[in-house]
Each structure stands twice: as C-alpha cells, then as structure tokens.
C-alpha cells in the first residue's frame, strides 16, 4: 500500500478506538500537510536530517508556535509507531524526533561545571589521588584513557554514546581529527596538539596483543580487566572489547569523587559546559548547531537562553583564566 492508504488505515483504527471525529480530521490534516512537503522523497528512507529539517520549517518559515509544532511531533510519531507495528517499517527517526520543550527554562548553576572544577578533575584523573595500593598497580594504563575520554568530554563536548563508539577508523594521529556522532551530528573534530598526543599516548599504552588496530572498525576505547589488570580482549568478537555506556558512566562518577567534586556531575554536564562556552565566545552563528553536533536549531534554544541569563559572575566561572 502507499502512503495515503496507510494514512486511511491508520485514521480508521483511530475512529474504532473512539477518537472524535475533530481529532482525526486534525490527524488526517497534519499527515496530508507532511506528505505535501515530502514530495518526491521517500517515506521509509527518511533521515534524521530531514525530519529536523521539516521541523525547522515549521517553526522559521511557517512561525508554527512551539505548542502546534508539539502536537503535529505527536501525530507523526503516532503514525510511525502505526507503521512499525504493521510491519511496514523496522525504524523511522519520526520515533525518536525530541519536539522542542513548551515552557523552555534555562540551565540551573548545578547542570554545569565551571572551568576550576574541570581543570580540577582532569588534574586528578592524571595522578594518583586516592587510589588504594592496589589500584595504584593497574593504574598506569587506566589512568591514560580515563584521563584521554575526559578531555574529550570536556573540551570538545563529546557525548558519551559519541565516546564509547568511537573507533579506530573515526581517529587520525597524523591529520589529529577524530570523527563522531551519526547522521545529522556526524562530524570531524579537529584536535589541539597537546590532545592529539595523548590520544596516541593512551593508545600506545595498551599492550600490543590486545591493542586497538589501524584503520580498522576496533573500539577506540577499550574495556580494562581489573582482575588480569589489562585491556579486555572479545574472543566472540575477535577484536578489544568496547567500553560500554555503563562502564563509562561508572568510571566519571569515581573521577569526580576523587576529585572531591560535587556528586551527580555526568557527561551531560560536561557537555552543557561545552556548549555555553562554545555560545560565550561565538555567539549564535549559522556554524554553531553543526560544530556541535546538534540536530536542530531548537536544540540551541535552551543554552541560548541560559547564556543570556547568566550573571558575570557565572561567565567568569564557565570561561578559562578566570
């Protein structure tokens, strides 16, 4: 079937489910007005750039309030979901589409960390601070890439599903670029020297039988042993094991208690830091949503507000030598 007799399918299990008449007539106008605007492209191949895209038009060329724009998000993902569970389709980033939030607050002082506390806990992460005699025997590999992922994570505003996919392929020590995120976010960073030598540093550190290989689909970021005390290697696999989300997040929350940082500090902080400084010294430029991997202009949205709420004290905070 096309489209258009998915959409009547759709709208009839709507009308049996009891649905008002007013709301499928709303349904059947938002998916109509969807269609028009897909044209000639297909619905299935859809990507994720190109749903942000209509989303854009709505908001900047049709001046859709937030609230219109939520609900015809809602509409679209409700047939999507339809058309998954009928078999038409497996995905569809209709289903993983984040409409824009209907009463944007700013970032509070906790959701960020200021330049002090991130000078603070790459300082640790690269000692020796707390760590138990034991600890200190394993420590000399583990201390390069923990130390390596948090300045990505700080510095370059990595996500964390960003740094455990990141792989040998993605990297360049010679060219000093690594390449991260999917789709619309996909892009190529380039690396300040000092960084890029530690990438190479951390890299070189893992004994060579269990080490990353060049130009090659292997984890930038492998898993450590703690019992053996080396990298793990994926015998199913046949390759490193890759450092998960989990063991990531595990390893921040340990990195900021050394530090005697305050508890609940995340990626995600790292990542909100990033971005308000990034906004601090560029402003709201055309480049901006690109250099930071963000999907949309809406994503913007909420920083850009912050930005212009932040007091000069909290400026001085988030910029460096202050």
Same mark, same amino acid.
């Given at each position: 079937m096309?489209?258009?007799?998915?959409?009547?399918v759709?709208?009839?299990?709507?009308?049996?489910?009891?649905?008002?008449q007013?709301?499928?007539?709303?349904?059947?106008?938002?998916?109509?007005?969807?269609f028009q605007w897909?044209?000639?492209?297909?619905?299935?191949?859809?990507?994720?750039?190109?749903?942000?895209?209509?989303?854009?038009?709505l908001?900047?060329?049709?001046?859709?309030?937030?609230?219109?724009?939520?609900?015809?998000? +809602?509409?679209?993902?409700?047939?999507?979901?339809f058309?998954?569970?009928?078999?038409?389709?497996?995905?569809?980033?209709?289903?993983?589409?984040?409409?824009?939030?209907?009463?944007? #607050?700013?970032?509070?002082?906790?959701?960020?960390?200021?330049q002090? #506390?991130t000078?603070i806990?790459?300082?640790?992460?690269? *000692?020796e601070?707390?760590?138990t005699e034991?600890q200190?025997i394993?420590?000399?590999q583990?201390? #390069?890439?923990?130390y390596?992922?948090?300045?990505?994570?700080t510095?370059?505003g990595?996500?964390?599903?960003?740094?455990?996919a990141?792989?040998?392929?993605?990297? +360049?020590?010679?060219?000093?670029?690594?390449?991260v995120?999917?789709d619309?976010?996909?892009?190529?960073l380039?690396?300040e020297d000092?960084h890029?030598?530690?990438?190479? &540093?951390?890299?070189?550190?893992?004994?060579?039988?269990?080490r990353?290989?060049m130009h090659?689909?292997?984890s930038?970021? &492998?898993a450590?042993?703690?019992?053996?005390?080396?990298y793990h290697?994926?015998?199913e696999?046949?390759r490193p094991?890759? $450092?998960?989300?989990?063991?990531?997040?595990?390893?921040?929350?340990?990195?900021?208690a050394r530090a005697?940082?305050?508890?609940?500090?995340?990626?995600?902080?790292f990542?909100?830091?990033y971005?308000?400084?990034?906004?601090?010294? *560029?402003?709201h430029?055309?480049?901006?949503?690109?250099k930071?991997?963000l999907?949309?202009?809406?994503?913007?949205?909420?920083? &850009?507000?912050?930005?212009?709420? $932040?007091?000069?004290?909290?400026?001085?905070?988030?910029?460096?030598n202050q």
């Amino acid at each position: 079937m096309d489209l258009l007799s998915w959409k009547n399918v759709f709208l009839d299990q709507l009308a049996l489910k009891g649905r008002k008449q007013a709301t499928i007539r709303r349904y059947d106008y938002d998916l109509l007005d969807f269609f028009q605007w897909l044209e000639e492209k297909p619905f299935h191949t859809l990507t994720t750039e190109e749903v942000e895209a209509f989303y854009h038009h709505l908001l900047m060329s049709r001046q859709y309030k937030v609230r219109t724009i939520r609900r015809i998000s +809602s509409v679209l993902r409700r047939f999507a979901l339809f058309l998954l569970e009928e078999g038409f389709l497996q995905d569809h980033p209709l289903l993983h589409h984040e409409p824009p939030l209907l009463n944007l #607050e700013p970032l509070n002082r906790n959701e960020w960390i200021s330049q002090k #506390e991130t000078s603070i806990l790459l300082k640790t992460s690269h *000692s020796e601070r707390g760590l138990t005699e034991n600890q200190r025997i394993a420590r000399p590999q583990l201390t #390069e890439r923990n130390y390596t992922i948090l300045l990505l994570l700080t510095n370059y505003g990595i996500t964390l599903s960003e740094a455990c996919a990141l792989t040998m392929r993605d990297t +360049s020590f010679i060219q000093q670029t690594i390449i991260v995120g999917l789709d619309a976010s996909k892009r190529t960073l380039t690396l300040e020297d000092d960084h890029a030598k530690q990438l190479y &540093v951390y890299w070189s550190s893992i004994p060579e039988p269990v080490r990353p290989r060049m130009h090659t689909d292997d984890s930038f970021f &492998v898993a450590f042993d703690f019992t053996r005390r080396t990298y793990h290697w994926s015998y199913e696999n046949d390759r490193p094991k890759a $450092l998960t989300a989990i063991a990531l997040q595990k390893m921040i929350r340990t990195e900021v208690a050394r530090a005697h940082l305050r508890k609940g500090i995340s990626a995600q902080h790292f990542r909100n830091s990033y971005l308000l400084r990034s906004l601090l010294h *560029s402003g709201h430029d055309h480049q901006l949503q690109r250099k930071l991997g963000l999907k949309s202009p809406l994503s913007l949205r909420r920083y &850009v507000l912050t930005v212009s709420r $932040l007091t000069t004290k909290e400026k001085a905070l988030l910029l460096p030598n202050q």
